[in-house]
């Protein structure tokens, strides 16, 4: 079940859900909170990286971090970074959540993603990637809305609330692939 603004309100007024900061007036919408860009962005170039080894620990100190200013950042045409929520997210363990780009940065060809899901138990600033499908560069800035959270009641309590590698994460978090069980 999809939660209505109503109780999404009633949920952080218990302080079962936690987002903050956040501006309720501007964010909250009828079934879902617009979260804003952080300061600061990750970028894999190429002339620092030959090759992302998933199973290599050593591509995550290639990665280039980028302070976002008030003037704002170009995303190039055909160009992949990560990025930050300004708000920091905790979800009970009755509660998960998918975010998605807004229509509106959408339909100027930037791609909003979070690998798609946000599990039960999570807590930490949500990690985004950006995608610039247009052949045009896009000028995004601090503090916009970037993108929406949607928050859905699970029928039960996880047996195993999400305890992973990303738990707590502060800022931009590039991948840890390298501690998956699979890639050791």
């Not at 971090?65 to 979800?91: H, N, S």
């Not at 707590?168 to 692939?177: E, F, K, L, P």
Request: overall charge negative.
């Amino acid at each position: 079940m999809i939660l209505s603004d109503k109780t999404i309100i009633e949920l952080l007024d218990n302080n079962e859900l936690l987002i903050d900061p956040i501006e309720r007036d501007l964010q909250i919408q009828p079934s879902s909170v617009d979260l804003r860009l952080g300061h600061e962005v990750l970028a894999y170039t190429n002339y620092r990286i030959d090759v992302i080894d998933v199973k290599d620990k050593n591509y995550t100190d290639k990665v280039e971090k980028i302070l976002i200013d008030d003037k704002g950042y170009i995303l190039q045409p055909k160009t992949f970074v990560l990025a930050t929520t300004v708000e920091y997210i905790r979800l009970p363990n009755y509660l998960t959540g998918f975010v998605e780009g807004r229509s509106s940065l959408g339909r100027l060809g930037l791609f909003i993603e979070n690998a798609g899901w946000v599990d039960a138990g999570f807590e930490g600033n949500i990690t985004l990637e950006l995608y610039n499908a247009n052949t045009v560069p896009i000028k995004i800035y601090p503090n916009m809305r970037i993108c929406q959270i949607v928050i859905a009641k699970m029928t039960t309590d996880a047996l195993k609330p999400y305890r992973g590698k990303y738990q707590g994460q502060r800022g931009v978090t590039g991948s840890m692939s390298y501690l998956d069980n699979e890639n050791k």
